[in-house]
């Protein structure tokens, strides 16, 4: 069956530190992975996708993350955190569905707390 | 131009009483769907609509839980009667069309709707 894991339920780091959230699937095909961000009252922001091609992409805020086929993992990465940045990430996979997604599955996301 | 919105942000309801959750996807997304997120759960799949047609309904919990869509423009999700269980927060996302070669992957998230059902 797919499924989303995210190992982390909470994470602590100083603002300026770097800051690494994993990902881990299971897919029977090639997925497609996003990286979505929650602040309080707000929505599912999209941070960042991957389809295909260049395995480190590049969002918004100044997020990346590395897709790892043999690892089948798509982690998240900053090089230095912001206090905005203090919110819930959430990983989710999609089916390659004729080159868009249908339904994401999610992992049940973590939460990321800023120290001054 | 306005996101997704959902209303209302919170229903506090008694169990056994009726709710009913709104959805207004962005203008022209033909794709709508309804996620819900019970506590310390991951973000789970319930349905998606193309235009007013349900594509796929395998998320729903039970018969208890009705989704429509008249017209192809904003949803609705009843549940009736509303038990313990179905606390939580329930979020709608809209995307554009995914046939017409016009691809757009991104799932556009509203804020959610938080039932509370004592």
């Known amino acids: 069956a797919q499924s989303v894991t995210q190992p982390d339920i909470h994470i602590t780091v100083s603002e300026g530190a770097s800051l690494e959230l994993r990902c881990n699937y299971s897919y029977g095909a090639t997925p497609y992975l996003f990286w979505y961000v929650q602040s309080p009252g707000q929505g599912l922001q999209l941070l960042l996708k991957?389809?295909?091609?260049?395995?480190l992409v590049q969002g918004i805020k100044g997020f990346e993350a590395e897709f790892k086929r043999s690892q089948s993992s798509f982690n998240l990465r900053k090089p230095s955190v912001h206090w905005s940045d203090a919110a819930e990430y959430f990983c989710?996979?999609?089916?390659?569905?004729?080159?868009?997604?249908?339904?994401?599955?999610f992992g049940t996301g973590t939460l990321l707390a800023v120290q001054p | 131009e306005a996101g997704v919105t959902q209303f209302p942000s919170h229903s506090v309801i008694e169990k056994g009483q009726t709710v009913t959750l709104r959805c207004d996807p962005i203008s022209g997304h033909d794709n709508l769907y309804w996620y819900r997120r019970v506590m310390g759960k991951e973000i789970k799949f319930l349905l998606h609509f193309v235009k007013e047609s349900k594509q796929d309904e395998s998320g729903m919990p039970n018969n208890r839980f009705l989704a429509e869509r008249t017209g192809g423009t904003y949803s609705t999700l009843k549940v009736q009667p509303a038990e313990l269980e179905d606390s939580g927060v329930y979020f709608c996302a809209s995307s554009q069309d995914l046939t017409s070669g016009r691809v757009h992957n991104e799932q556009f998230f509203g804020p959610g709707t938080r039932l509370t059902v004592l």
């Open positions: 989710a996979v999609g089916r390659n569905y004729g080159g868009a997604t249908n339904k994401l599955i």
């Open positions: 991957y389809f295909s091609g260049d395995t």
